[in-house]
């Protein structure tokens, strides 16, 4: 974790670079939004799209497993705001664990009453800007089957790029993980989607 800090940190002293890093599964992301806080020095606003709300405090004994990332990233003051979307497999410790950073939790089963909101965000003023961490496993498996844990009743590809395109906020770095190529279909469709939205996040953040 130390080497992808620093890493990241590396590209961000590369001036217009900003960090747009490919997983790995989501363990990633809390050495990437460390250095990005850590280099830019102040928190930064977080939009989390994903099927799990992967903020248990340890998972099977690992408190740096790919379910405890975001529980690591909001002890570590790294974030002011966390908006976790498309949430459809969460425990009971999930929710009480959102409630103790003061996560903002939106679950499947009420996003059409959240859609609105959701598709009109303003993120990242009086901080350091936004960071997107998309989980490609917060698409229903319809449009990415290639996934380690298949969630079904997810967002479709145009949820997301809904959300994604009208979010106003300055768009720091971002990451896209747990793609799983060897569940991909023959053809690839997940590795097609995982790409499509890396170049959708790498648009918005040339902007």
């Excluded at 929710?95 to 959701?118: A, N």
């Excluded at 479709?156 to 971002?174: K, M, P, T, W, Y």
Aim: charged share 25%; hydrophobic share 40%; glycine share 10%.
């Amino acid at each position: 974790m130390s080497v992808i800090s620093e890493s990241v940190k590396l590209v961000m002293e590369e001036d217009p670079l900003r960090p747009l890093v490919l997983g790995g599964d989501h363990s990633i992301s809390f050495p990437v939004v460390r250095a990005v806080s850590e280099k830019l020095g102040g928190p930064v606003d977080i939009l989390h799209l994903d099927a799990h709300p992967d903020i248990y405090d340890c998972f099977e004994g690992n408190k740096y497993s790919h379910a405890s990332s975001f529980a690591r990233i909001m002890e570590g003051g790294y974030a002011r705001r966390l908006l976790q979307v498309g949430i459809r497999s969460i425990t009971t410790e999930g929710r009480e664990q959102g409630k103790r950073f003061g996560v903002e939790q939106y679950e499947m089963r009420t996003f059409s009453k959240d859609c609105h909101f959701l598709e009109n965000l303003k993120l990242g003023e009086g901080v350091k800007g936004v960071y997107i961490s998309v989980d490609v496993d917060c698409l229903d498996p319809a449009f990415a089957p290639g996934v380690s844990h298949i969630e079904p009743g997810g967002l479709s590809f145009r949820d997301v790029l809904n959300i994604l395109h009208n979010l106003e906020g300055n768009l720091v770095a971002a990451d896209v993980v747990e793609f799983n190529p060897q569940r991909d279909t023959v053809d690839g469709m997940t590795a097609m989607v995982a790409a499509k939205l890396v170049r959708e996040l790498a648009a918005k953040m040339s902007k």
